[in-house]
């Protein structure tokens, strides 16, 4: 690689952090612009019986079903419709109970404005994000959310790019707000993913991915030669105490080799009761993945028993089986 090269390279990479830190301020000068319509848009979605619409036009129109996407992930229900649509037919899936959110960097967008009548026409609230407070847009809005930029980070500071990233964070900041007052938990976000990996470990239960066949019960009176053979054949690193069908002690791996170390040529004549742990910890079949990882860390473990509300053992889920 050429001197000449290495330095065109450091030029360029220059030209993406000058973008990014252009970006990053534009983000932040949103802070000083949030005011009471903010809070009144945020109010007026959260009590909206029907559904968000966004609309946009252009690069707007991207960021908008980026947000319409967000919102409808994080409990309020959503979606992008292109107002140009509207006009064929597409105007029959508002209602009076929605809210429609209008994004438009200059507040000013023709298309926009033509679809704005219609909807004032059925009396459903708007809500306007442009860079103009004083735009034909924000005039029509019941509330209207200023985003405005003093540049754009392209250099010509023709092409969308503060702006529509601007656009973008601010309906962000709308849909965490709203999952803030709607006290959205972890739990509700897996039911709106439930083909993503946090999905799968928040609806996934230890019934689900537990081991329960050939599982490693021995007695508590058991001699240790023999207890480390059931406990090497079960495959799991332990062994399960049982006194009446119910659990009351577990032996691992590292319980063994402490003995060992421990005893030594004595270490035949101890029993499992002598190093088992009592109570160990369990969960029941109904419990979710998630806790159980939660259990694991929380504990230095890295298996646990599954149990039924008796104590009677159904099986063992381990840190590999919640590997999902």
């Not at 220059?14 to 319509?37: F, I, K, P, T």
């Not at 996407?69 to 229900?77: E, F, Q």
């Not at 019941?142 to 250099?155: G, Q, S, Y």
């Not at 007695?219 to 079960?234: R, T």
């Amino acid at each position: 690689m050429s001197s000449d090269y290495q330095l065109h390279a450091e030029e360029v990479r220059n030209y993406g952090v000058r973008c990014l830190h252009d970006e990053a301020e534009a983000v932040m000068g949103l802070v000083s612009q949030l005011d009471e319509n903010f809070d009144r848009a945020v109010e007026m979605m959260l009590n909206c019986k029907g559904k968000v619409i966004v609309t946009g036009v252009g690069k707007s129109g991207h960021i908008g079903a980026k947000i319409a996407a967000t919102l409808a992930s994080t409990g309020t229900p959503a979606f992008y419709i292109n107002p140009l649509d509207v006009y064929h037919g597409d105007l029959g899936v508002i209602t009076v109970d929605d809210v429609v959110l209008a994004l438009s960097n200059s507040g000013q967008t023709d298309e926009l404005l033509r679809f704005i009548p219609m909807v004032l026409h059925m009396n459903v609230p708007i809500i306007g994000m442009s860079s103009n407070p004083h735009s034909l847009l924000a005039k029509y809005s019941t509330a209207h959310i200023t985003v405005h930029v003093e540049r754009e980070a392209c250099p010509l500071n023709l092409a969308p790019t503060s702006s529509t990233t601007a656009a973008l964070a601010m309906g962000d900041a709308l849909a965490i707000a709203l999952m803030q007052v709607r006290g959205f938990r972890p739990g509700d976000f897996a039911q709106f993913h439930p083909g993503g990996e946090l999905g799968k470990r928040l609806l996934t239960t230890a019934t689900d991915v537990m081991r329960s066949d050939d599982l490693p019960v021995i007695p508590k009176e058991m001699h240790l030669g023999e207890a480390i053979i059931h406990v090497s054949k079960g495959k799991l690193g332990l062994g399960v105490s049982t006194e009446n069908g119910q659990v009351i002690g577990i032996i691992t791996d590292g319980d063994i080799r402490r003995a060992m170390e421990k005893w030594q040529a004595e270490f035949f004549d101890h029993t499992v009761n002598d190093i088992m742990t009592r109570n160990p910890k369990s969960v029941l079949p109904t419990t979710r993945i998630s806790d159980i990882q939660h259990i694991m860390q929380q504990n230095k473990i890295h298996s646990v028993l599954v149990v039924d509300e008796n104590n009677h053992l159904l099986g063992v889920v381990d840190h590999y089986s919640c590997m999902i």
